[in-house]
């Protein structure tokens, strides 16, 4: 396979990518979310030159290609414009063999049990319990996640006594719910541990990014101490780092985020890793672009897939960029499940509408 054409439609913070083979076959992808604009122009001046007339067969070498080509620029812009080229690939060649991403990377198609992700920290915790009830009311949700702390806040918590208040909440009003919570970066090792001990005698199971993610060293001293399941790795987009973080077991669980990492081939060698360690794969996905899809389709795949699929439950308040982008949506949980369908590719279509309003740019042979 060999490109002749990569476009982009976006806006500040959704970018599709539609990319044509020498027969005239497409397939749809996504770059990562927020400043998608910026990603977009990454994507056409440091990707789309080494990837179009390139022999494709063999997707992870042409992209650490892309990656030696651009050594410069080691960073996540980088990924993420990879991203959006990955994913549409994988499209186009799941369309041509008319199945599912799921089943051409491994799996099948079929439901995943996924939990109810919180994205508020300005939420009291009386109101964040009452709307997880709801939702394991009306969509059967049995797991749920839920925001401690400030975000890289240095140890502050969004006001003061909230996490203290938010963990015993949210188990009286869960009782037999699994209970999932995410520090993002807020805290010093001593004191993650302090709120893991918290956590652990409410029986939650889940405790993301307690330290800075970039200080490992901090993340295993809390790892290794606690029982709780630590997880993380959302932010990481180096393999190498990585490799070291499976390697020390900074975490229990690895978290990449597919669009972050540079798509599902780079993602796959990740989730290699963490086989041959013998830790799971909970990604990250925490809004409903086209990266929760992704990773539906990954997690039906890998052996070592966790025990959910991330599901934002953030609507046009808090999310108003992600309304309007599919001619049906592909997001439904019923019993507390996603499920992958077996349309072919990713199994979605972009509103005509959305595209027609974005800006578009192409890069062509």
């Known amino acids: 396979?060999?490109?002749?054409?990569?476009?982009?439609?976006?806006?500040?913070?959704?970018?599709?990518?539609?990319?044509?083979?020498?027969?005239?076959?497409?397939?749809?992808?996504?770059?990562?979310?927020?400043?998608?604009?910026?990603?977009?122009?990454?994507?056409?001046?440091?990707?789309?030159?080494?990837?179009?007339?390139?022999?494709?067969?063999?997707?992870?070498?042409?992209?650490?290609?892309?990656?030696?080509?651009?050594?410069?620029?080691?960073?996540?812009?980088?990924?993420?414009?990879?991203?959006?080229?990955?994913?549409?690939?994988?499209?186009?060649?799941?369309?041509?063999?008319?199945?599912?991403?799921?089943?051409?990377?491994?799996?099948?198609?079929?439901?995943?049990?996924?939990?109810?992700?919180?994205?508020?920290?300005?939420?009291?915790?009386?109101?964040?319990?009452?709307?997880?009830?709801?939702?394991a009311g009306d969509h059967g949700f049995t797991a749920f996640k839920m925001r401690a702390g400030a975000e890289v806040g240095r140890n502050t918590d969004e006001w003061p006594g909230r996490t203290e208040a938010i963990i015993p909440a949210m188990r009286a009003a869960l009782p037999d719910a699994d209970l999932l919570i995410d520090a993002n970066s807020c805290y010093s090792p001593d004191r993650a541990i302090e709120v893991g001990r918290m956590l652990e005698g409410e029986g939650f199971c889940h405790f993301e990014e307690p330290c800075p993610y970039w200080e490992l060293e901090q993340t295993k001293q809390v790892t290794d101490t606690l029982?709780?399941?630590?997880?993380?790795?959302?932010?990481?987009?180096?393999?190498?780092?990585?490799?070291?973080?499976?390697?020390m077991r900074a975490v229990d669980i690895v978290q990449p985020d597919i669009c972050y990492l540079g798509g599902i081939a780079r993602t796959l060698r990740v989730c290699r890793m963490a086989e041959a360690a013998n830790l799971p794969v909970t990604p990250h996905c925490a809004n409903l672009s086209m990266v929760t899809l992704f990773t539906m389709h990954l997690l039906r795949a890998i052996p070592n897939a966790g025990k959910y699929l991330e599901f934002s439950i953030e609507g046009a308040d808090y999310y108003p960029w992600q309304q309007d982008l599919f001619v049906a949506s592909p997001y439904a949980i019923e019993d507390g499940h996603a499920t992958v369908t077996d349309t072919p590719g990713w199994g979605v279509e972009i509103s005509p509408d959305w595209l027609a309003r974005a800006a578009y740019a192409v890069s062509e042979r």
């Open 227 to 247: 029982s709780i399941d630590v997880t993380g790795g959302e932010q990481d987009c180096d393999l190498p780092t990585w490799q070291r973080m499976i390697d």
């Open 1 to 135: 396979m060999t490109l002749t054409r990569i476009e982009t439609f976006t806006t500040p913070d959704i970018g599709f990518v539609r990319v044509t083979d020498t027969d005239g076959n497409t397939g749809w992808g996504q770059v990562s979310t927020y400043h998608a604009d910026i990603t977009c122009t990454v994507l056409h001046r440091q990707v789309a030159p080494w990837m179009l007339a390139r022999d494709l067969a063999d997707l992870d070498d042409a992209l650490d290609f892309v990656t030696e080509r651009e050594h410069k620029f080691p960073g996540s812009y980088l990924r993420r414009a990879m991203a959006g080229v990955d994913t549409a690939i994988w499209d186009l060649r799941a369309k041509l063999a008319g199945v599912p991403v799921a089943t051409l990377i491994g799996g099948s198609p079929g439901k995943i049990r996924a939990y109810a992700s919180s994205m508020k920290r300005d939420i009291t915790p009386e109101d964040e319990a009452a709307r997880f009830q709801r939702l």
